[in-house]
């Protein structure tokens, strides 16, 4: 069952040094029950993608095309409706816990706020059902650390915060962004172990962003994987792991350091100014004419993948 | 907090010490005799004739001003210690009467102005953020930037031509009644708000585009709240400093603002005191300045502590 | 915070500070051909001319001393932005040279000049130029020092703020590993580096610097007539403020807008170095 | 070439009550010619630290740092300044690793002109050169830092450190800002360059995938401490202390074999301000014993490495 | 975005701000505060105005109402009476003392009116003068010299005798000097008075120190009858004089001195206001810093910079009608002693030239300026800030010194440290409130300004001391004003000594309804009088 399914969005924005085209024509689907993983570079459109859908850009930005989910469209509701979408029904993680909390209120007001938003509770109801989230994020001694501040928290700790407080009304779908970035090793794999349980457990889907392919392995079902402000693949995560179609895929997979740590030449395009015909034809070893002046659209390669290259046309 | 009030009492005698020394030094080496120009205010009342030399002679003896400028610091300092200001040269009588008298006029003044500047700056500033780019926005920071660009003199002298003179709906000058207030105040607390509404609207648009912002959106909360909740509390932080700093800056203010309107203050007692070289009278209004000062700088670290829980409990 | 330099066409394309940037240029342009585009001596007394309404021979008309308002209004220009460019020079280079070692050396030294600095802030600056100007004497000279003495202070501290960021960036301990000395660091590294906020607040000091000179003039305080100073000719035009109303008002309005003018260039500047992102709706 | 012989460095905070931070405790390695050392560990852990003292760019309250014989710990500035070419370090932030304000071609140039490597007439060519050398091109040449890319800008400063013809250089985790496809990018520009210039390395890294590929020989740090060193296949294949079986547990996720492993360890490092006594990690060691909580265990040779744990 | 009504919260704040202002401002008002808007209304409404009371906006401070520290004050507005006082046309007149003899010996006898009561009932006596004069002389040692008194007797309960330290002919006029009041000795046991009592038509009722305001009521028992006015409040303290000039035209005072110089014609005009313009016994002059010294001990270079100064054209343009062109030196016409015979000096730049060349200073160079022996005529004019006519006249002065070639610069600064500058080559002083009657005598003016002992110029002339030593010491008035004419016609026409340019004009403005103002030039500056009334 889908649960959001994304059609030709397009999200764009004005800097002073031209114009940013930060998502270009994505179409995506979420399951229900899924983890889907959105693997990319830096600066190729995923956080832009995942803004989009909860509308959190700024108002500079334009945003077209088409988001539905259960059978609403996300760009056309109005501001109200879409409130009680936000924390309820699609809730987010952010990267960068310190910032993502605000430093004056505590952990635990922060927390209690999604209850009082859409439960209806009353503060001493809601701060209770923090506590409760909390402790199932495995805060040692929530009724204590909940009086805390943000900056009492050490790192780990802050992300636990964030998941209990997007997990809170127990939303059907979850936007996590990096939920691991800055993270040392060991707390990052208690945090991958800790969202697993808290979204497989509760029945969740999931949009996973990350530029850690190992993060989307340990965690996702499916992936997408995104260039320049496109998706290129989408693949269930063995089939893209053992088998990556797009030669862009390809070679992620292969500079990784323990395969080979064997580099991509060039750079990724700036989002401004994106190469005429397939957006990695400048970088690709498989590069045809046909590359250089037209560009690919997705093409089923079979069991539910597809992949944006004219070598599977 | 026991540290922050042994801070601020430390702080408190520096700056007293400081100032008090600066000006003590730099009065006496004012041109012209002190000794002299003391009698002439004392016993003639008029600068423009010579005091004879019994006159000087007897000045000097009763405020030893024979002895070395050190010794003499060193004396004012003892006496201050034990609470006595000294008595001032003009009158005879204790300095701490003195500006006792005068305060109630100078604080209603720097009330008033502080809590006018704060009434329009904050809300401006956050209309102006809120509603940013538009009129509303253009309007208030093209005010604002007006406002502290205007020389406050100036302006009061134009608030008198029109809403004294031309209008008719105050009054020019005096002390007394809630009428003779409102343009000492209005001069005074406008450049004060204008800095206070630009600090306001700039601190409110960086919280606005904090990530905790964003988390605060994204939690489905309305706008209003967020703005309420999230944002004004963190908005204050930094306008908590300045509002400190404009509260100083209204102190100076009072000078040219109390001569112009003859508000009977503090601030026209060191005008007086200034020009008649009445040291004890410009020693106890800087100590008021001060006591001031650290009073304000004191509610500054309340209010910071309140509003940050980052402070006080790591540094900076 | 991604390194932003500062382009002129970016503060042209803002329309407050393009306005300034028009004002300050006029201005500008007024102070240095004063002598040439003065109608007539600013100095020259027609007693029998005094207090003369605007006409078109005198187009902001004459003071009591029938002087041409027009003419010392020029002069004054000149004046004041001699004056304030002085005056910022002075405190800007002590403030950042004070700041910069303060901050890049830090310890005790710093520890000192900056509790110096809180205490010389706490106090009301204009108070403090009193006392001085009170014990030198009034006059030009005496102005500049006593604004001089008090204005760099907020120089250090900027300066001194950019210099322990900048300290931290790793470029500097690069030039560290590769063997430049304690002083090329703080000229070639620290110093290019700090230089954009202190343009910033050289240019809203500027209009600070104004408004303090005025006040001092109009206390009486400030340049001496006959010298042609905005403060000094508002103090003198005081006088005449219901009868002649033109003598305050516009040395009291080019107060104003040069003020207004620093300050919008001041205020362009600030967007450009920390451009303000829109606010998320 | 070069050896580390326990430095320590303690941090101070605070005037009236002092709170001091052990951030380095007594370190003790070295590194041969051409070599590379990688230094393993989580973040405030002292790794960053450890490099910056050998470097002297931290003076070590203790110990000493012998560079080709030299002890450059007790030199003084004119004579350090001789060494300082000679060892060169790269940043993890490349972007704020080159001066804003300085053209491309200047930072290059900068190295050269201090030291008075290349006569002024040559130098746009030298500069070039170096820059080619590390993939640049030309129209690189009068651009700033920061209309560059990451990448590009740590090219540049590999060229900057080059032109001084370091012996040895201090990499403190060049490419964990970078995208996997850049770091490899990097990296293999490293292997390259050391290939043909012989420097010998301190690898400094959390990414354990990027050690194990970069250095031949390794050591983990917790809490100021070494706890393991070897050779870094060593390590990888057998690891000794519960600390590293639990790094390398948790990174084996980077070995992207999706099964099912063992739980992470639990818990969070301790603050360092105020540490646990005995051995470090008892507070999350999964074979704590009450040996553990007293006595700190010394770095003893194990197999061929060395461990600092009590099961050994 | 969910619009805020944020245009309603504004206006809440701002009604906060408004009642915060009111209640602050209520607690703040003390009682004994003037009440200011309620005296306009009184005045507005004449029916319920059956309180004669006059508000007075004064530019100066009170600081004390110690009659021993602040006489003149009370002199002035009619608190305390001197044993003498002066009448408007500069006649000494017996107040508490009725008449007055030069017994021998430097001694003075005067008979007191014994009709003269304090203001609590009891009777003037011999030994309440005694007493008060010498507490003012205690307190103010200056007052001892200038009234040059060594000693006081009582003689009996009505006579005083007040013996002089040298033969002082002007005593009888020093007696009239504000600071010489007579008033009740009623010390605190601090030393100091803070209810005066004195003799005059008014009684002190209060004085507010934070509002610097001082409150009279009038005498009901003054021997010459009862004043008409209920009371008077006098606000002291009004330094801005457009301040002043606008509270009288509000109609916020009653009556006010010295408004701006340019407001004379204006105010005039003004239906609602009285002006009255009169003589004081001051002047504005140019002083030379030595004229023992280059240039100025040359008499011809000190004649020459006279001829050259335009009295009419400053008087009209910068003392704007509040002054008369001055003749010779600073005694105000319709003064006893002046000498009105003196030539002066017109304004004659040709002369002025003449007399420069005369002295050798000539223009060899040909830039304007005239030089003697290498040096070029290039002087300072100093001046200070207080008196609003003084920067203009100087600037006016150095304008008409370019005229015959001297350059000129003007400096304005603080008084004392003008008088540090005085052996600077080529100062001049640009003076101005000049006074020549502080007392009624010539000797004031005279001693202090030419007497060589006195003068501080370093002016020397033998004749002029022994004149002034002759006027000192008979008592003949009428030779003692001769020998003072002299001096004056040696001073101005022979020496030159100082060159006086104008006499001072004092401006009261008054409320219409103000009436009976007696404007009294020897008084500084102004003082009220028993038969004022407001109708």
């Known amino acids: 069952m889908t649960l959001l399914s994304i059609r030709n969005l397009k999200s764009y924005f004005v800097t002073r040094d031209g114009v940013v085209k930060a998502v270009n024509q994505v179409s995506l689907d979420i399951f229900e029950n899924e983890t889907l993983g959105l693997v990319g570079e830096s600066g190729c459109g995923k956080t832009v993608l995942a803004l989009s859908i909860l509308r959190l850009l700024s108002e500079n930005t334009v945003v077209e095309g088409k988001i539905s989910f259960k059978g609403n469209d996300l760009l056309r509701l109005n501001e109200e409706g879409m409130r009680d979408i936000r924390g309820k029904e699609i809730a987010q993680i952010f990267q960068n816990p310190l910032s993502s909390l605000n430093p004056v209120l505590t952990i635990g007001l922060q927390v209690s706020e999604p209850f009082m938003l859409h439960r209806g509770m009353k503060l001493s109801d809601a701060w209770q059902s923090a506590i409760s989230m909390l402790r199932a994020a495995k805060i040692p001694s929530p009724a204590e650390r909940g009086k805390e501040y943000p900056h009492q928290f050490s790192g780990g700790m802050r992300q636990r915060a964030m998941i209990s407080m997007g997990l809170a009304c127990n939303p059907a779908l979850i936007l996590a962004d990096e939920p691991t970035k800055g993270l040392d090793v060991t707390i990052q794999s208690q945090i991958i172990e800790l969202m697993r349980e808290l979204v497989k457990d509760r029945k969740a889907s999931m949009l996973l962003i990350t530029h850690d392919l190992a993060v989307a392995a340990e965690l996702c079902d499916r992936i997408a994987v995104m260039y320049s402000g496109e998706i290129v693949e989408v693949s269930e995560i063995k089939d893209f792991l053992s088998n990556p179609g797009h030669p862009y895929c390809r070679g992620l997979l292969r500079s990784l350091p323990l395969n080979g740590m064997e580099p991509i030449p060039g750079n990724s395009p700036s989002l401004i100014d994106v190469p005429e015909g397939c957006r990695f034809h400048p970088r690709c070893k498989y590069a045809m004419e046909r590359c250089r002046n037209e560009h690919p659209e997705m093409y089923e390669v079979g069991n539910g993948r597809k992949t944006r290259c004219f070598l599977y046309a | 907090m026991l540290e922050i009030i042994l801070k601020r009492i430390g702080m408190f005698i520096l700056v007293v010490i400081a100032s008090t020394a600066l000006v003590f030094f730099m009065l006496h080496s004012l041109p012209g005799e002190s000794a002299e120009v003391m009698a002439k205010y004392i016993f003639l009342g008029n600068v423009e004739l010579t005091p004879s030399n019994e006159a000087i002679d007897i000045i000097k003896e009763k405020y030893d001003l024979e002895k070395p400028l050190f010794s003499q610091y060193v004396t004012w300092v003892w006496n201050a210690i034990h609470g006595n200001m000294g008595t001032s040269y003009q009158t005879n009588s204790p300095v701490t009467e003195e500006i006792l008298i005068r305060l109630p006029a100078t604080i209603t003044l720097a009330f008033v102005s502080i809590l006018l500047s704060l009434l329009i700056g904050i809300p401006a500033g956050i209309i102006a953020a809120v509603k940013q780019n538009s009129f509303t926005d253009y309007f208030c920071s093209t005010i604002s930037v007006l406002g502290i660009s205007i020389p406050s003199f100036w302006l009061a002298i134009l608030l008198i031509y029109v809403f004294s003179y031309t209008l008719g709906l105050t009054p020019t000058m005096g002390y007394g009644d809630f009428k003779s207030l409102i343009l000492p105040a209005v001069s005074l607390g406008t450049p004060a708000s204008a800095v206070i509404a630009r600090l306001m609207r700039s601190s409110m648009l960086e919280v606005m585009r904090q990530d905790y912002i964003r988390t605060a959106i994204g939690k489905g909360l309305s706008y209003r709240m967020v703005i309420l909740r999230h944002a004004l509390k963190n908005t204050f932080i930094p306008v908590i400093t300045i509002i400190g700093l404009e509260f100083g800056h209204l102190l100076g203010g009072t000078v040219i603002i109390e001569t112009i309107f003859a508000w009977p203050g503090i601030g026209r007692l060191l005008i007086t005191s200034i020009t008649a070289r009445d040291i004890p009278v410009i020693q106890g209004c800087i100590v008021f300045i001060t006591i001031t000062y650290l009073v304000i700088n004191f509610i500054t670290d309340i209010s910071y502590s309140y509003l940050d829980p980052r402070i006080g409990r790591s540094k900076h | 915070m991604r390194f932003r330099d500062i382009r002129l066409d970016d503060l042209l394309r803002n329309k407050a500070s393009f306005l300034g940037l028009v004002i300050i240029g006029i201005l500008a342009f007024t102070a240095i051909a004063a002598d040439f585009i003065a109608p007539y001596d600013p100095n020259k007394i027609e007693l029998d001319e005094k207090l003369k309404p605007p006409s078109s021979e005198h187009i902001f008309g004459t003071d009591q001393l029938g002087r041409d308002q027009l003419s010392r209004v020029i002069h004054g220009t000149q004046t004041t932005f001699k004056l304030s460019l002085i005056i910022v020079t002075i405190t800007a280079s002590f403030g950042v040279f004070i700041g910069i070692t303060a901050g890049y050396f830090g310890g005790f030294i710093d520890e000192i000049l900056m509790r110096l600095i809180d205490v010389l802030l706490a106090f009301p600056s204009i108070i403090l130029a009193l006392v001085i100007i009170g014990s030198l004497g009034p006059g030009i000279l005496n102005t500049v020092i006593a604004i001089s003495l008090v204005g760099w202070l907020y120089y250090a501290r900027v300066a001194r703020a950019s210099t322990l960021s900048i300290k931290e960036k790793e470029y500097i301990e690069g030039a560290r590993a590769m063997g430049c000395s304690e002083m090329y660091i703080c000229t070639h590294y620290i110093l290019p580096n700090c230089l954009p906020p202190i343009i910033v607040l050289v240019t809203l000091n500027m209009g600070g610097v104004i408004l303090t000179i005025a006040s001092l003039g109009f206390l009486g305080l400030g340049a001496q007539p006959p010298t042609p100073e905005w403060g000094t000719m508002l103090n003198e035009g005081r006088e005449f403020l219901r009868d002649c109303p033109w003598l305050s008002v516009v040395p009291g309005a080019l107060i104003m807008i040069s003020v207004l003018a620093f300050n919008f260039i001041g205020d362009g500047l600030r967007d450009i170095l920390d451009p303000r992102q829109q606010v998320i709706k | ?312 | 975005m969910k619009k805020i009504n944020f245009t309603g919260v504004f206006v809440i704040l701002i009604l906060a701000v408004l009642i915060s202002c009111v209640a602050f401002s209520g607690c703040t008002e003390s009682p004994d505060a003037p009440d200011t808007s309620e005296n306009n209304v009184e005045k507005g409404n004449s029916d319920k105005n059956t309180q004669q009371e006059l508000i007075i906006g004064h530019p100066w401070n009170l600081k004390s109402v110690d009659p021993g520290l602040s006489g003149s004050n009370l002199n002035n507005f009619r608190v305390s009476e001197g044993l003498i006082s002066i009448s408007p046309d500069y006649k000494l007149l017996p107040t508490i003392a009725d008449s007055w003899e030069y017994v021998e010996n430097s001694t003075w006898r005067f008979y007191l009116n014994k009709n003269v009561e304090f203001h609590d009932g009891s009777k003037v006596t011999a030994n309440d003068v005694k007493t008060a004069l010498d507490r003012s002389m205690k307190l103010n040692p200056e007052l001892q010299g200038r009234l040059n008194i060594k000693e006081l007797k009582v003689v009996d309960d009505s006579t005083v005798d007040i013996i002089t330290n040298t033969v002082d002919a002007s005593l009888p006029g020093k007696m009239a000097y504000g600071a010489a009041g007579i008033y009740k000795n009623n010390e605190g046991p601090e030393g100091t008075i803070s209810t005066p009592i004195g003799t005059g038509p008014f009684k002190f009722v209060s004085y507010d120190k934070a509002t610097d305001t001082l409150k009279l009521a009038k005498n009901e028992n003054y021997r010459d009858g009862a004043p008409k006015l209920d009371s008077v409040v006098i606000i002291f303290g009004i330094g801005e004089p457009n301040t002043r000039e606008m509270a009288v035209e509000k109609g916020e005072i009653d009556f006010t001195t010295e408004p701006t110089l340019g407001s004379t014609k204006r105010l005039e005009s003004d239906k609602n206001l009285n002006v009255i313009i009169h003589p004081l016994c001051q002047g504005y002059k140019l002083k030379f810093g030595d004229v023992s010294k280059a240039p100025y001990d040359d008499v011809r270079v000190r004649k020459a910079i006279a001829y050259a100064i335009d009295r009419q054209k400053i008087v009209d343009n910068i003392l704007l009608g509040r002054a008369i062109v001055s003749n010779g030196i600073g005694i105000t016409p319709g003064i006893e002693w002046r000498n009105n015979n003196l030539t002066g000096y017109a304004y004659d730049v040709q002369k002025a030239k003449g007399l420069l060349e005369e002295a050798g200073w000539k223009d060899t160079d040909g830039d304007g300026i005239v030089d003697k022996e290498g040096q070029k005529f290039k002087i300072t004019l100093y001046t200070w800030p207080q008196r609003p006519a003084l920067p203009p006249l100087a600037q006016a002065t150095q304008s008409m010194l370019k005229d015959i070639g001297i350059d000129s610069e003007v400096r304005i600064m603080e008084w004392d440290a003008i008088s540090d500058r005085k052996n600077e080559w080529g100062m001049i002083t640009v003076a101005g409130g000049d006074a020549c009657m502080m007392i009624p005598d010539p000797s004031y003016y005279i001693e202090g300004n030419f007497y060589s002992e006195k003068n501080d110029y370093n002016y020397r002339n033998p004749n002029v001391d022994a004149l002034i030593m002759k006027g000192r010491t008979i008592f003949d008035k009428e030779e003692r004003y001769d020998a003072y004419r002299e001096v004056q016609r040696i001073v101005c026409d022979e020496d030159c000594a100082q060159v006086h340019i104008a006499y001072h004009y004092h401006m009261v403005v008054t409320d219409k309804n103000v009436k009976n103002y007696i404007p009294n030039p020897a008084h500084h500056d102004y003082s009220i009088n028993k038969d004022m009334y407001i109708e």
Request: aromatic share 6%; net charge neutral; charged share 25%.
């Open chain 4, 1 to 312: 070439m070069l050896e580390v012989r326990d430095i320590k460095k303690t941090f101070s905070k605070g005037l009236v009550h002092k709170k001091y931070l052990r951030a380095v405790d007594g370190i003790s390695f070295t590194i041969g010619e051409k070599e590379t050392f990688g230094l393993v560990g989580e973040s405030g852990c002292g790794k960053t630290t450890v490099g910056r003292l050998i470097l002297r760019l931290m003076e070590p309250d203790s110990g000493d740092v012998v560079f080709n014989g030299t002890n450059i710990t007790g030199l003084k500035k004119q004579d350090l300044r001789k060494i300082r070419p000679k060892m060169q370090i790269l940043f993890q932030d490349a972007d704020s690793s080159l001066h804003p304000r300085m053209r491309i071609w200047e930072s290059v140039a900068e190295p050269l002109k201090l030291y008075d490597l290349v006569p002024e007439s040559d130098i746009r060519k030298k500069v070039l050169e170096l820059l080619e050398m590390v993939g640049l091109q030309k129209e690189h040449l009068n651009r700033y830092p920061h209309e560059l890319s990451g990448g590009q800008n740590q090219r540049v400063v590999l060229a900057r450190v080059l032109a001084l013809r370091p012996q040895f250089i201090v990499a403190d985790e060049p490419t964990s800002a970078l995208d996997v496809s850049v770091q490899a990018q990097i990296l293999s520009l490293m292997n390259e360059m050391q290939q043909k210039y012989g420097f010998s390395c301190l690898f400094i890294s959390h990414d354990l995938g990027v050690i194990r590929k970069m250095t031949s020989i390794m050591g983990v740090m917790y809490l100021g401490k070494l706890v393991e060193t070897g050779r870094t296949e060593d390590v990888f294949e057998n690891p000794k202390h519960p600390y590293t079986q639990a790094l390398i547990a948790s990174g084996r996720v980077a070995g992207l074999d999706n099964e099912q492993k063992a739980s992470p360890i639990e818990g969070e490092m301790p603050d360092p301000m105020n540490p646990p006594s005995g051995c470090k990690f008892h507070t999350r060691c999964p074979q704590k014993m009450d040996l553990c909580e007293k006595i700190a265990p010394e770095l003893n040779n194990v197999g061929t490495g060395k461990v600092a744990c009590h099961l050994f």
